[in-house]
């Protein structure tokens, strides 16, 4: 079977800084993969360019067999490939709800002229909107927050208003920016379990970036290491965990938060 | 919609077709019908203003477009002899095809990079008109017809103005009708999907991008219905002034149409309406201020600004805040 | 051709001082400076009540228009940016603020100075020909030669004084400057004094050639935006550039488009559409958002 997503050979330069060099990975359909590293290592550079919020410099990116990278990014959301943000990266005067009935865009057949004259489709769409955007909070446990204005969030709620927003666009392949950032250990165990609901329930294939050692391990089907732009190793959990690359490089620049 | 709603419409249809007409002739004062004509026209350019700031984008380019609006209509009622009527929608369709070809580059700006050209551009607006033969330099197009009489198989809609034994009523009702259909297509869009996904835009590009929201089309779109609205304004001023000239639309409008956004609030639809309105009536209270008008006016501003940073509308956000 | 390029040099070295002020107070503060041109119309008006009005030297009403306009600058930046910038949510609210007071000095102007057009006699007389190639009036000579020489004075002011430093390095990062220990307060202040002083004394300057009048103050703070359009906001070299590129675009376009009409400017915001479709941060500035 084709992998869902083909990291192939990508790279990317900033004039004379290479974020990325050459790097190549796959990710099959339904699995949980992290991509860790050092900090400055390049992992956010590489999210933003398989979603094509960046430009490759050289090197593709593929869904299903289809070329992505270099589109426009919403027209990689639109194929299925949604990135989600760190939790400053929401709609901060809507609320809870408004930005996840907004957020399902993308699934909408009315136009835009229909919505405005209010046809039959549009209703329906709306409709539809609503209750799945209801769906989506009775998921994510929101139901308490739902008409909270969206800037006066904690910080948790915040992160599963992230990843709301990027269900609510039906994704295939779900991009997560670090979602256990700055997250005790309770809090980081909880959302451990909803990305595994998000893969078993709804069978969507999750790509995160993460720098919490032990929840990645816990959490993932198989890990990317990258270390200055390079892919240093590739494997399951246990088999990054005994990479002598890995630990070098982890030891070398941040051994306080390793963990492991 | 609630009742309340509705009777909140009903009320302020009744005021300007009836309660205001009324008041006048009471009073007798028929110069307030001009001043209220140029504020209901005014609010109308102002509410493209207010869309585009709903897209978070500070336009102060909507004196370009009321400028080119007005000479469409001018120049096609008087060389090629069209309706007013007729001129008047293809005066807004101009000013949307305009703004689509010069939004594709400059929306990609943001911030004050944004708002500097689009101030540039009113005064290229200007310029242009001034050096174009057809446009008729300085002189301007001046003598324009009044509008003429719209039926249909023999049953008149709208009569020629020019038989009317009041124009200034008939421009009143004329202007209010426009501005009505204009504020209740602006609400219409900000209450449906486009309002939310214009939102979204102004509240975080990259996020609306990644939840699959063409940006850059939604961008233009807006724009063009932003410039569709300066156009028609400025058509409309045009057959009531009869004449335009370059200097019709300048800089100064622009900016003010800006300010009337921001006075009124750029979170209520209804907000630019009624920015228009304060600013337009006290401007014209310091009319008998004679040559200090400008000094009081420009001086109430900037106290304005240090007492109330954040628009007049934050007062009741202070209130919103206390409950 | 040489008539082209001393014309444009000779606007460019105007434009460029504009350009160079408004890029500073833009830098520093992130304030648009819509008044920048009624400072320059100010500064013009002061040189001529100095040099018309009381008979001094013209030197004397330059450094007069220098300094009138560098205590507006410091006034209006210390008494009204300065608290709103404070409380303000939103970037627009300096606009705002910034448009009221254009809108203010038009109106002390009208007040102080009227409707009139003012002018200055000329400073030098003849005029410098070399074989009809090259036609210049001595005064402009003198005029563009001082104007290039407060570039070169305002550049050296930023890169070997302390005080050009401290505002280099909170033009670059406002949190950083601060943390560093440079008073931001006072350097905002005087920054926004400087770039208004250069605006004025760019008005005292021209007031012998050009002369004055209420009206010039809008159009030359669009052209001022226009400079840094092409340049890049916030960039000292970027004004420079901007200016003089403009300064030259003018000086062809009127030359060579004078036969379709005044259409120079249409022509040069056509082209500068085009060129921010490809450039949006102008030519050096920084790449953003």
């Known amino acids: 079977m084709t992998p869902i997503l083909q990291v192939r050979g990508v790279t990317k330069r900033f004039g004379g800084l290479t974020a990325n060099n050459d790097i190549s990975f796959d990710v099959a359909e339904g699995e949980i993969l992290s991509v860790i590293g050092p900090n400055g290592a390049g992992k956010s550079t590489l999210f933003k360019l398989i979603a094509s919020f960046l430009k490759t410099t050289s090197g593709e990116v593929l869904y299903k067999g289809t070329r992505i990278s270099n589109l426009a990014p919403h027209r990689v959301a639109r194929m299925g490939v949604v990135r989600t943000f760190q939790e400053t990266t929401i709609f901060r005067s809507m609320t809870v709800r408004e930005n996840i009935v907004v957020a399902h865009h993308l699934r909408s057949r009315a136009s835009l002229l229909g919505f405005f004259l209010g046809t039959l489709q549009a209703r329906k769409d709306e409709a539809e909107f609503g209750a799945s955007a209801d769906e989506i909070i009775g998921f994510l446990g929101l139901d308490a927050i739902r008409d909270e204005m969206a800037s006066n969030l904690p910080q948790g709620h915040l992160r599963a208003l992230g990843m709301a927003i990027g269900l609510a666009t039906d994704p295939k392949v779900l991009l997560l920016d670090e979602p256990f950032a700055g997250m005790n250990h309770d809090e980081t165990m909880r959302m451990v379990a909803l990305v595994r609901r998000l893969r078993d329930e709804r069978g969507i294939t999750v790509l995160l970036v993460e720098h919490d050692m032990p929840a990645v391990m816990k959490i993932s089907d198989r890990i990317v290491v990258i270390n200055f732009g390079q892919k240093i190793a590739e494997g399951t959990p246990a088999e990054i965990q005994s990479n002598e690359k890995v630990i070098e490089a982890y030891l070398g620049s941040e051994d306080a938060a390793i963990g492991m | 919609m609630n009742t309340q709603k509705l009777l909140g419409i009903g009320a302020f249809v009744i005021a300007v077709y009836v309660a205001v007409p009324l008041a006048i002739a009471l009073s007798g004062r028929w110069d307030f019908y001009y001043t209220l004509t140029s504020v209901a026209l005014l609010s109308v350019a102002s509410a493209g203003v207010w869309l585009t700031f709903y897209i978070g984008r500070i336009n102060i380019g909507q004196g370009a477009y009321a400028l080119a609006g007005g000479y469409v209509s001018a120049i096609l009622v008087t060389t090629a002899g069209v309706s007013f009527w007729l001129t008047l929608p293809l005066a807004g369709v101009f000013c949307a095809a305009l703004s689509v070809l010069i939004g594709l580059p400059i929306l990609r700006l943001r911030g004050v990079y944004f708002a500097m050209v689009t101030l540039v551009l009113t005064e290229v607006a200007r310029l242009t008109a001034l050096a174009l033969p057809v446009t008729n330099g300085a002189k301007g197009i001046t003598s324009i017809p009044l509008p003429g009489e719209v039926s249909i198989l023999g049953l008149t809609l709208i009569p020629d103005f020019a038989t009317l034994g009041n124009p200034k009523l008939a421009f009143y009702f004329m202007a209010v009708t426009l501005m009505v259909i204009c504020y209740a297509c602006l609400w219409r869009i900000v209450n449906s999907r486009l309002g939310h996904l214009c939102r979204s835009l102004q509240q975080n590009e990259e996020l609306a991008a990644s939840i699959g929201v063409n940006t850059a089309y939604l961008r233009v779109l807006a724009y063009s219905i932003s410039s569709f609205f300066g156009g028609i304004a400025g058509a409309m001023f045009v057959a009531i002034s009869q004449s335009i000239y370059p200097s019709s639309f300048q800089v100064a409008d622009s900016v003010n149409f800006m300010l009337n956004c921001f006075l009124g609030g750029l979170g209520y639809v209804f907000g630019p309406m009624l920015g228009t309105l304060l600013l337009y009536f006290g401007w014209d209270l310091l009319f008998t201020t004679g040559r200090y008008q400008l000094l009081i006016y420009s001086s109430l501003m900037i106290a304005l600004m240090l007492v109330l940073p954040n628009g007049l509308l934050s007062l009741f956000d202070r209130k919103g805040g206390r409950k | ?289």
Do not use: C
Request: charged share 10%; aromatic share 10%.
């Open chain 3, 1 to 289: 051709m040489e008539q082209i390029l001393a014309n444009g040099l000779y606007l460019g070295a105007q434009y460029a001082l504009i350009a160079l002020g408004l890029t500073l107070i833009f830098s520093l503060m992130n304030v648009l400076n819509f008044a920048h041109g009624q400072m320059y119309v100010l500064g013009g008006f002061v040189t001529y009540t100095v040099v018309a009005q009381f008979g001094l030297p013209f030197i004397v009403g330059l450094v007069a228009s220098a300094v009138v306009l560098a205590v507006v600058g410091a006034g209006v930046e210390r008494f009204l940016f300065r608290p709103v910038v404070a409380r303000s949510k939103r970037e627009e609210s300096t606009m705002l603020l910034a448009a009221g007071i254009a809108f203010f000095l038009d109106a002390v102007i009208l007040l102080l100075f009227g409707e009139k057009q003012r002018g200055v006699p000329k400073i030098v007389n003849g005029v410098f020909n070399w074989d009809f190639r090259l036609v210049m009036p001595y005064d402009r000579i003198l005029i563009g030669v001082l104007a290039i020489a407060m570039i070169a004075g305002f550049i050296a002011l930023m890169q070997y004084t302390r005080a050009g430093r401290a505002m280099r390095a909170l033009a670059q990062d406002r949190m950083a400057a601060q943390l560093m220990g440079v008073d931001v307060e006072r350097y905002s202040m005087l920054g926004f004094a400087l770039g208004a002083m250069l605006a004025g004394l760019v008005g005292g300057l021209l007031v012998t050639i050009t002369g004055v009048n209420l009206g010039m103050g809008g159009p030359t703070s669009i052209k001022a935006f226009l400079m840094i359009m092409i340049g890049g906001a916030g960039v000292i070299s970027g004004a420079i550039a901007g200016g003089f590129i403009l300064g030259m675009m003018e000086s062809i376009g009127l030359t060579l488009l004078a036969a379709y009409g005044d259409i120079t400017y249409l022509v040069i915001f056509a082209s500068l559409m085009v060129f921010l479709a490809f450039r949006p941060q102008g030519l050096m500035g920084k790449p953003w958002g």
